[in-house]
Structure formats: structure tokens, C-alpha cells
């Protein structure tokens, strides 16, 4: 038998502590002896290997799993917490239909038979009729190739992740730069870097990795630079901290460039081996081919080789090609390198230190000395290692010769409306530096880098109503042809992605779905499907909007958004508002994969992934999301889900992770494969994978021999045996993108060339935004003028302790902090006359709320922050009424808008990115007075209770 | 009043060595610590109110992060805080019945809860406020050292460790025996100056903090170069002048 395998630990009590005591506890079967389980984490999106004890039929501790290549051991205040899981009172215990008003949280229990039936005739009707009326977006999971796979065969194109308002625009810019990206698809070298930059990373992504690592370069005597306006967590003990002002780190990165440039230390071989710098840009003012690379008839790219005079395919090895000038193709046009391009731009006085210095409020004898820094480790201190290879033009070399500068970046750059092209400046600067997967610089996870962009162009409806997509919902754009948009040029999808609105959108706007589901009304929606995500709280960037545009009904008084289906573990504020919840498990009582097809394990050092199972048993009417989906599909008969006469597949999640091949052996995990186990990424799939994965303490991992451990973009063996185990389709080398080509073509498609064309409206902000080179520009809320009316900045973080987290309401993780404070710089309050815990308002162009102050010295002068998702409302999570996240806490999202300055409405651009979309939460501004001194003890706006009221025990209507 | 065992120079000295140069202030120690006592030996640490209006409990491990000096040399030190197994203990010294003991043989500080009375005593003399007061049974907590990790044979010996210890994501926390010189954490201490909280007091307490640090690149003195604005200058012109082999 598949997919079942014995370790399941049936019926294990809840943890002894005091918090446990009154709560309905998982009740227990006779167990008398001690046991361990090895199951994967998910108090947080980092993936960490646990060691769950069970002693005497309870859950007695969760420590860290020594042999996991995550965390080797180590566990976060999270992980640990996570035995309090079990016991948390926020838990939801049965599916249950809406009976009241929407938001009034009332409810009926209903049978999961009930459920399934609502759900699958519902979709079922959609499918039929147009199935892109159906809207699937999903949280923080770690489903996403079952659930995009879910959305391509039921044929709907409005299928997207939380990506969109977390870090697009890090994986974008770095799948269109280098092929990889930071966090997810790369890491720091943290066995031979020298100086560490890290720029907009406070307590986050990833969690333990990055506090192994740094804890690695502190030994070593690395030096540690955090750029970052606040100064906690890991900048708390990074040896230098630069107070950047938010939304200006573009314009420091670019004062840095323009230092090394000026003082020509870069690495010009390892750009003219590995990246596009060498390659002629076409110099053709006005012509459809303006700013694209030079080609010849064969299709390869051109460069100017100096030892002949004369062009030659800029792929071909010895060639000494030019970096500078300009050269006249046999067309009679002119081209210039690409690098030429780049100098010019960044050497000019605008990107100075000096004229930088005041906007990023960083001084310009700080920026040079940094300059200095980076130079000196990069060429005076190079890491090199013994460890021969061969390189993709068939150069054998002795040595690895790395520069040992390693950047790590990520939500501070990431949530501003610039951050696409602030992240590929980052970029730009590594590949400068020859600092891409090199020794002591950033690497790549495998199984990354791939082709550049990285992925497949989105999959698009194809033939009748319910018919696949093309290829998966979300994918990469390499120009116009590959957007979703109409005749017109206008979105196809709900949320926009991949229009002219925002066409790098590679993983959807989901902090924009229910604005436009209420924009567009019945005739583009019907079913708004989300799996754990808190979309009328956290996860929205207005949650006040949100949930009025979820309440809304026409005159007919029927909702505007017809059918809202959430899937969670918690009552979040988002239950109120759904018209069917599914109750999800938590991650101690279900099979996951976590996996090579989505976002897996693995390291610099190879591929690796894992999987979750269940430890605990639930005692609640509840079902893994995994497993309903999957029987949502087969009842629907998706193809790849059911076969040829309908029949579902798949009995469980479990025998899904087994045997679904998505494409000739391979599947949704990468080891022990084939019929012997012993297949690496591909072979058949084995019926006892699981439990060589149970066997080996829950988690897989392929370790590249040493030759293959750098350099893996122009890396023979290393692009050999990628392609051997499936991860990418070609051993061709992977040439860096110093100079962008694809964004080119979307700009010129702006001005006026090509078949596809963006709406008249569009086209000066799309030609705008679509530079080839990275530029900086204010970020687009600030951009609007407001009189100096909101003159600070002001940003969120969470706290290390819940970071990720889908149980800050925990009953230990609550004890560290249960309310928030605005923070701000000492002198900017006593400017304003504010004190420590004075009521203060924050004051945006949206909303004010009220906050009480907190005074230090570790912040930009002109920014205040705040620890996000501590506010809740009241009724929420299962907590008391009187609990301080109600009272005392609250979320900077009340100020913020989903839409820019004085837009709103269909013609409205959304807060985000240009390019990606990614929700644009840092850029805003708001003021701060003192309240008057009678203001009462609460923080506001106070949104009025909803807790969930379940009616049960009784028949439900059909 | 509670006496305290005859140690020599040479007994040893359990405990832990804080590095304040690497701790993040993550909280994973406390968690962790919490989550391994509740079930283990020491009973349970209580948590009052978890879901209402004042979540508190017991804990042996608090972190403290706050901000020590100005300008150039301000930083957020993020500090754990729990009890230090002081050779010289005054809150072993004025429990009134025993419970308060210090261990001959290793030096920890502990409570037998069957003899405490409640009277607080030692969290009065305890200027390091490691002493949690356990409402629900009415008894003094503290730190254990983890006594039911570090001994217990049935562990392989790496994870022979107190939970802080071994869970610490940014390596932070060492174990060891400070009396024996050629020790892990004796040896971090000498390295880096481990410094004892508030020596004056006399307590000599056993676990060590080692300070802040700050590693610094020195680099030549710069190169001139042309003046900035004047498109491509002097040193990069050069360099894009040498020859190269694609």
C-alpha cells in the first residue's frame, strides 16, 4: 500500500503546562513508553527538521533534528512554541456554513460530506460555465505545486500565493538577473565570506539559517554591515549599521557602484565570461529594435572582439571582447556594449556619494569608506581554493578563485514600490564585484540557477471552458507576447497579474484580489478561495477596506463577491467572512511535502527536500487542505487528479506525494526514487519513498561533490548533472543579465512597437519603469505630493520570536510581547514633544490610528516602526476580551492603502511595484502628534468584536 | 539559614558562557528552556492568563534587549538573563529550610521544592532577579542547568547539554566547566574577557557574559581618481583597457 506509512502515533495527548489546562486536549490511547517522531516545522516559513518527543502518550518536547542541513540542531523561540499548538484554543473543529450577516461570525457545524458537496457543486458550476470565475489564492503554505497544479488543470488563470505582498520582488529581480534569488534560491557563503552587507533584513527570512550563519561569520571575525533604518535583531549585532532611509537603499547601492567604477575596481573576466556586459546593445533611436541585443543571423549574441577588430558571437571563448565604445553593425547601425551603457549611467554626478548622501541619510565619507571596504575584500583578500573545475567553454581550472563579499537581502528593499530595480542593482553591484557563487560570496540553492527569466511564460486558458491552461498560472514574461491581457490590453486576471498594470507580476497580487473582486463584481468572480491567509487583517494592506468590500451587497442585496471559501487551521479574523470554512489541520497532524517542484530544502551544498507527518491525531473534525483539495479534484475529474472515466486518482495527500509524476519521473519528491530507491530527482516513483523519508529523519539531501560547488552558472559538471537529475532542460551555461533585455522589449512595446501594445494610458509609466538598467526613482506613494503634510516614514517588522508566524496569538509567544508601541528616534520626540508611552496619532493620507510611543536611538531620524501582527481584533483567535493585542496592540495596515494617492476604482493603480506588483507596504508617510492628555487608555481604531458563534447539533439546510 | 558546601578549588564549576557578541535576542533559549522543564523534571512552569488579559508564567530565562550608549558607539545589546550559579550565593544562604542548595560536586544552584515555603527570601537576595515565584504551587523556580539533560546517560553525549544550550540558533550559549582551564568556555572566557554581572556584589557568579565586539576592515589609502561626472575616468580606463579572454 502507498502513501500510508507506520509511523502515524495515534491519539497523543496535549503538552503538560499550565496553559494546557481547560482546553479540549487531544485524549489519549494507552502509550505507555517513549517515542520520537522526525517531522519538518512550520511555526514559520524556514522548513527546519523537528524531533518531536512523545512520553506517555503526550507531547512532551519539539527539539531540533541535528542531521537537518536547515538547522542543524538549532530551534527558534517559534519552533519550540510550537508544542503549545496543540493546545491552542484558536483551533477550528469543524467545517462550518454561514448563518448570519457576513462578519457577524455566526455559524452552523456542518458535515464534512455537507462541505465537500457545497464546495465541488459550486466549482463544479464555475468550471463549466468559465472557470477563471473561480479565484484561488493561498498563504503561507508550502503547497504551492499541488495547489497551482490544482488551478492549472481546473482551467482558471486567478491563482496566486502570498508572494505578491511579500518578496516578488526579490525572486523576480533575481530569476531576471542571475537566476536565482535571495532567500529562497541562494544564500550567503558562510564558510569563507569576509564582509557580509545586509540590506533590509531585520528579524526575517530565513530565521535559524541566517542566525547559524551569522553566528559562523562572528567566529571567523567577518565584518557585518546592515544596511536597515531599524536597528534590532540581527543588525543589533552587525559590526556596522547604517541608518538608511527607507525606499533610498537603490540610490546607496548605485553610490557604491559609482565608487567602484570611478576607482575601476570591478572584476572585468568574470563579467565578460559570465554575464551579458560584453554584449552590444543596439544605439537605434526610435527604431523597433532600440536597446536590444545585437544578433547575428544565427541568432547568437554579438560582441566586438578587440584582438580581430571585428564582431564575433559574444558566446565564443578567447575572444577579447570590448567593454567600451561604439561599433557599427553590419547593418550600418551602431551598438555599444552593454557595459558601456552601465558605466555611463552610474558615473554620473547624480549617483555620487555626495549627492546621495542627504536622501538616503547615509554621509558620503560613510559610503566611500564602504566602497573602499568592499573593494578591498573583493580583490586584496580573494578566497581561493584548491578544488579544480571546468568551465562551460571547456577551460580547465586549478583553483576556485572567489571575492568574499557576500549580500543578503530581502523585505526592506523588497516592499517598496522601486524594489524590483533596487534588488537588481544589488545585483548589478554582486556581478561587478565577480561576486555571484563564488567562494565567500552569495550562492545558489540548488536547484537553482535556471535559464534566465526562470521559468515558463504563465499558462493562459486554452479550448473549451475547463480545459488545462497552457502551462502553470504563475510563470515568467520574457516580453508582450506573454502577458494575459484582452484585445484591448487589458487584464485578464482579477488581480492584474501579468498586465501592462503590472507585468513581472510572477507571483500575483494577492493584497489586490478582493479590491478587484469588488471592482469587477459577479460577471468576473464567483468564488474567492483562500488557504490560510488572513486577508481581512494582516495580509491586506487596508483591512478596513477589506472588509467592507467583503461585506458589500448590491441592491438586490446579494453579496458583490458571491462565494468566499476559507481554509485555515485558526479562527483569524478572515473566518468571519467566509460563507464555508474548511478546517485545516495543524502541522503536527498531516502529511506535507516540501518540495523540489515548489520551494524545497536545499542548500549551496545540493538538492534536498522533505516532508511533514503526522504526529498527532486530531480529535477535531477536521481534514489536512492538502487532502481536501486533492478530493475536490477528483470529484471534479481534473485531469492528472482523476482518470480517464473520473475516477479520483488519489486517496490522500500522502498517496498524491508518491505517485503524482509531473513529468516523466518526476514528482513531488526528488529522493528515493525508482523502483530500488536509489533514483535522484528522476525515476519512477517508489511505493516506499515515504517511509525511506521517515527512515531517514523526514528529509533528503543530495550532496554535490566539491567540484561542482561554485560557480554552477558556467559549471560543466555542475550543468551536466543538473540536467541529469531534472532541474533544468539544457547544460548550457547560464549568462548573467548585468544589462536586461526583456524589460526592453516591454518598453519599447510602450513606445509604439510590436504587435502587442499597452493601453494609451499606460504607456508613459510602462516606458517609465522598463529600464534595461536598474534606476531609482522616489517611491510612487511619496511621489505624490502632499505638501510635506506626512514627513516620516514608517515601517513594520515582526518580531523574531513570531516572524512568519502563524501563531503569534500562542500562549507562550504572547507572554514575550502582546502589545506594540510606535517607535521613534529620541530627537525626533522631543521635537514633537513625545514621551515614553505617551498616546500618540499616527497620521496617514488613508486613516489615523492611535499608538502609544517608544523613544530610541537605533532608528533613521526620520522613520517610526512598529512589530506587526500583534494588534488583532477583538474576538479573534481565541482569545479573551480583555487580551492587550485588542487593547494595546495595533496594525500600521489601518493607515496604509491599496491604492495610490487620490486613485480608487477601476482606473486606480494599485500601491505596488511597477513591475512586479509587490505590495509597496514601506512607502508609507504619515505624521505623528501627542493626544490630548484625556485620550483614552486604548489604542484605535478598535473594529467591533466578531468572535465565532457556531450553532451546532443541528441538520443543516440544503 | 541554609549552609553551603565545603568546595574546593578544584570541584567543578558548571555553567554557561553568554555570548553578547553574536545573541540576536531571538528568545529561542527561553522558549526552549521552557518548553524542556515544563515536562521534564522540574515540573510544570505555569502560565497564568495564557489567552487572557496578563499572559504571564513562570520562566527560567528572560531576554532583556535595550540600547547602551550614544552616536558612534550605541548599539541594541539584546541580554539574556537567568540564574548564574554564583559560587558565593546569598540566596542559598537565607533559605530559612534548605530548599535553596548549592551542589557539592558541580557547583548548581538549585530548589528542592518539597522543603520550599514560599517565603521568597532568596528572590530578595538574588540581584540578578533569576528567581521566578510559581504561583500555582506556591514554591520558588529556577534554572536547572537542565540537571535532567546534562547527566542523563540515555542521551547521546553531544546532546548532553542544557535546551538553552543546544537550541540557541546563533550559537551564543557555551556549556561547560568554567573551574578547568583547558574547557571550551574557560577558554572563551580568556579569549574574548568574559566579565562577571556585578562583580562588586560579591556573589562570584559562575556564568560569564563575553562583550560586544566589532570586526573592522582596514583598507589602502584610495587611489585619486578623475573627478566624479566625467563619464568614463583615469583608473577605470585603464583597467578596461587590458586585454581579456572570454
Given amino acids: 500500500m502507498t502513501g500510508m506509512p507506520p509511523s502515524v502515533i495515534e491519539g497523543v495527548e496535549a503538552p503538560r503546562s499550565g496553559a494546557a489546562a481547560g482546553t479540549d486536549s487531544e485524549s489519549s490511547l494507552p502509550l505507555s513508553s517513549k517515542s520520537v517522531a522526525y517531522t519538518t516545522c512550520y511555526m514559520c516559513a524556514c522548513r527546519c527538521g523537528i524531533k518531536v518527543h512523545l512520553e506517555n502518550g503526550r507531547l512532551r518536547y519539539i527539539e531540533g533534528n541535528r542531521n537537518h542541513p536547515i538547522n542543524r540542531g538549532v530551534l527558534c523561540a517559534k519552533g519550540s512554541a510550537g508544542i503549545m499548538t496543540a493546545v491552542s484554543p484558536a483551533r477550528l473543529t469543524t467545517p462550518l456554513k454561514r448563518v448570519g450577516p457576513r462578519g457577524s461570525g455566526s455559524f452552523e457545524a456542518i458535515s464534512w460530506d455537507e462541505a465537500m458537496r457545497i464546495v465541488t457543486e459550486r466549482l463544479a458550476a464555475i468550471r463549466a460555465s468559465d472557470p477563471s470565475r473561480l479565484a484561488l489564492f493561498t498563504g503561507r503554505d508550502q503547497s504551492q505545486s499541488l495547489t497551482g497544479h490544482f488551478a492549472r488543470m481546473f482551467g482558471t488563470i486567478n491563482y496566486a500565493a502570498h508572494g505578491g505582498f511579500c518578496s516578488v520582488n526579490m525572486a523576480a529581480a533575481g530569476l531576471y538577473s542571475v537566476g536565482g534569488a535571495f532567500w529562497e534560491f541562494g544564500e550567503p557563503d558562510w564558510e569563507y565570506a569576509q564582509l557580509f552587507l545586509l540590506f533590509g533584513v531585520a528579524e526575517d527570512h530565513d530565521s535559524n539559517p541566517i542566525k547559524l550563519g551569522l553566528s559562523r561569520l562572528k567566529a571567523r571575525g567577518a565584518k557585518i554591515v546592515s544596511f536597515n533604518p531599524v536597528r534590532t535583531g540581527y543588525s543589533a549585532i552587525a559590526d556596522e549599521f547604517v541608518a538608511v532611509t527607507p525606499g533610498t537603499d537603490g540610490l546607496l547601492v548605485f553610490a557604491l557602484i559609482h565608487c567602484l567604477l570611478e576607482a575601476g575596481r570591478i572584476d572585468t573576466e568574470f563579467l565578460v565570461r559570465y554575464t551579458n556586459a560584453h554584449h552590444l546593445v543596439i544605439d537605434d533611436a526610435g527604431g523597433a529594435e532600440h536597446g536590444l541585443i545585437a544578433r547575428n543571423a544565427q541568432g547568437s549574441e554579438l560582441a566586438f572582439d578587440r584582438a580581430t577588430g571585428s564582431l564575433a558571437s559574444a558566446s565564443a571563448t578567447g575572444i577579447d571582447p570590448a567593454l567600451a565604445g561604439t561599433f557599427v553593425l553590419p547593418d550600418g547601425r551602431h551598438a555599444r556594449p552593454a557595459f558601456a551603457l552601465l558605466a555611463e549611467r552610474y558615473l554620473a554626478a547624480e549617483y555620487a556619494p555626495e549627492a546621495v548622501a542627504e536622501r538616503c541619510g547615509v554621509a558620503a565619507a560613510t559610503i566611500r569608506r564602504l566602497a573602499d571596504e ?417 514627513p516620516l516614514h514608517a515601517i513594520t517588522q515582526r518580531p523574531m520570536a513570531m516572524y512568519h508566524s502563524w501563531g503569534s496569538h500562542n500562549a507562550w509567544l504572547r507572554q514575550i510581547l502582546p502589545e506594540n508601541r510606535i517607535y521613534l528616534h529620541r530627537e525626533l520626540a522631543a521635537e514633537l514633544g513625545i514621551e515614553d508611552e505617551d498616546w500618540v496619532w499616527v497620521e496617514s493620507r488613508s486613516g489615523r490610528l492611535k499608538a502609544r510611543a517608544r523613544t530610541m536611538s537605533g532608528v533613521n531620524r526620520n522613520t517610526v516602526w512598529t512589530w506587526n501582527a500583534i494588534g488583532k481584533r477583538v474576538g479573534a483567535w481565541g482569545l479573551k476580551r480583555e487580551a492587550p493585542e485588542f487593547r494595546r496592540g495595533f496594525l500600521l495596515n489601518h493607515v496604509i492603502s491599496e491604492f495610490l494617492p487620490d486613485e480608487r476604482g477601476e482606473a486606480a493603480h494599485s500601491n505596488s511595484d511597477p513591475v512586479t506588483g509587490q505590495a509597496a507596504w514601506f512607502d508609507l508617510t504619515v505624521r505623528l502628534e501627542r493626544c490630548a492628555p484625556d485620550t483614552p487608555d486604548e489604542t484605535a481604531p478598535r473594529l467591533g468584536a466578531n468572535p465565532l458563534r457556531i450553532k451546532r447539533h443541528t441538520e443543516s439546510a440544503a | 539559614m541554609t549552609m553551603l558546601p565545603q568546595r574546593g578549588t578544584e570541584a567543578r564549576k558548571m555553567g554557561l558562557v553568554i555570548d553578547l557578541d553574536t545573541c540576536v535576542g531571538c528568545h529561542a533559549c527561553a522558549v526552549n528552556c521552557k518548553e524542556w522543564n515544563t515536562g521534564g523534571e522540574a515540573g510544570i512552569l505555569p502560565d497564568y492568563d495564557p489567552y487572557g488579559e496578563k499572559p504571564d508564567g513562570v520562566w527560567f530565562n528572560r531576554i532583556h534587549s535595550y540600547e547602551t550608549g550614544t552616536d558612534g558607539c550605541a548599539r541594541t545589546v539584546n541580554f539574556p538573563r537567568s540564574c548564574l550559579h554564583c559560587e558565593n550565593p546569598l540566596c542559598v544562604t537565607v533559605c530559612p529550610t534548605g530548599a535553596s542548595f548549592k551542589r557539592a560536586e558541580d557547583g548548581i544552584v538549585l530548589v528542592d521544592t518539597d522543603l520550599c515555603i514560599g517565603c521568597k527570601l532568596c528572590s530578595w537576595a538574588c540581584p540578578y532577579g533569576a528567581r521566578e515565584f510559581d504561583e500555582q504551587s506556591g514554591v520558588m523556580r529556577k534554572c536547572t542547568l537542565c540537571i535532567d539533560r546534562i547527566y542523563d546517560d540515555s542521551l547521546p553525549e553531544a546532546e548532553r547539554e542544557p535546551a538553552c544550550v543546544a537550541t540557541c540558533p546563533a550559537k551564543a550559549r557555551h556549556f561547560g566547566d568554567l573551574a578547568d582551564p583547558d574547557s571550551h568556555v574557560s577558554k572563551l572566557v580568556a579569549q574574548r574577557g568574559g566579565t562577571d554581572l556585578l562583580p562588586e556584589l560579591g556573589y562570584r557568579p559562575t556564568n560569564k557574559y563575553l562583550p560586544p565586539r566589532r570586526a573592522q576592515i582596514q583598507t589602502a589609502p584610495r587611489e585619486t581618481c578623475g573627478a566624479a561626472g566625467q563619464g568614463i575616468g583615469g583608473a577605470l580606463l585603464r583597467l578596461l583597457d587590458k586585454a581579456l579572454s572570454r
Fill in chain 1, 374 to 790: 568592499i573593494a578591498e575584500v573583493a580583490f586584496n583578500q580573494p578566497v581561493v581554493l584548491e578544488q579544480p573545475w571546468t568551465d562551460a567553454a571547456g577551460r580547465r581550472h586549478t583553483h576556485m578563485v572567489g571575492r568574499p563579499v557576500a549580500i543578503h537581502a530581502m523585505r526592506g528593499i523588497s516592499a517598496h514600490s522601486n524594489g524590483f530595480h533596487t534588488c537588481r542593482a544589488i545585483h548589478v553591484l554582486q556581478m561587478l564585484l565577480g561576486a555571484i557563487d563564488t567562494p565567500g560570496s552569495w550562492r545558489y540553492k540548488s536547484p537553482y540557477p535556471k535559464p534566465i527569466p526562470g521559468g515558463l511564460p504563465p499558462g493562459r486558458a486554452a479550448g473549451a471552458p475547463g480545459a488545462p491552461l497552457t502551462a502553470a498560472p504563475l510563470g515568467c514574461p520574457t516580453g508582450p507576447q506573454d502577458l494575459l491581457v484582452d484585445a484591448q490590453g487589458e487584464a485578464l486576471r482579477l488581480d492584474r497579474a501579468f498586465s501592462w498594470e503590472a507585468p513581472l507580476a510572477i507571483h500575483g497580487l494577492m493584497h489586490m484580489v478582493i479590491a478587484r473582486a469588488f471592482e469587477a463584481g459577479p460577471q468576473k468572480i464567483d468564488t474567492l478561495f483562500f488557504f490560510m491567509s488572513n486577508m481581512a487583517w494582516n495580509s491586506a494592506m487596508n483591512p478596513g477596506e477589506s472588509i467592507r468590500m467583503l461585506s458589500a451587497t448590491d441592491e438586490q442585496g446579494e453579496y458583490r463577491i458571491p462565494f468566499v471559501v476559507v481554509a485555515d487551521a485558526f479562527a483569524s479574523e478572515t473566518v468571519a467572512y467566509a460563507d464555508l470554512v474548511l478546517p485545516d489541520t495543524t502541522y503536527l497532524e498531516r502529511y506535507d511535502c516540501i518540495s523540489l517542484l515548489d520551494r524545497p530544502i536545499g542548500s549551496a551544498h545540493g538538492p534536498g527536500d522533505a516532508i511533514r507527518v503526522p504526529v498527532l491525531k486530531p480529535k477535531r473534525d477536521v481534514r489536512p487542505f492538502q487532502d481536501v483539495i486533492i478530493e475536490i479534484a477528483g470529484r471534479l475529474g481534473l485531469t492528472d487528479f482523476a482518470d480517464a472515466q473520473g475516477q479520483p486518482l488519489y486517496h490522500s495527500y500522502a498517496d498524491y506525494i508518491v505517485r503524482h509524476q509531473r513529468a516523466a519521473g518526476i514528482g513531488p519528491l526528488a529522493g528515493f526514487r525508482g523502483a530500488d530507491g536509489r533514483g535522484i530527482g528522476r525515476g519512477e516513483p517508489n511505493p516506499e519513498q515515504l517511509r525511506r523519508y521517515i527512515e531517514n529523519g523526514g528529509f533528503w539531501v543530495h550532496h554535490l561533490p566539491p567540484e561542482q560547488l561554485y560557480y554552477k552558472f558556467a559549471n560543466q559538471a555542475y550543468l551536466d548533472g543538473a540536467r541529469a537529475m531534472g532541474f533544468i532542460d539544457s547544460s548550457a551555461p547560464i549568462v548573467l543579465q548585468l544589462y536586461s533585455e526583456p524589460l526592453q522589449r516591454f518598453r519599447l512595446a510602450a513606445e509604439g512597437h510590436g504587435a502587442h501594445l499597452p493601453p494609451q494610458r499606460l504607456r508613459e509609466r510602462v516606458r517609465r519603469y522598463f529600464d534595461p538598467l536598474p534606476i531609482w526613482y522616489a517611491p510612487l506613494e511619496q511621489a505624490a505630493s502632499h505638501d510635506g503634510r506626512y
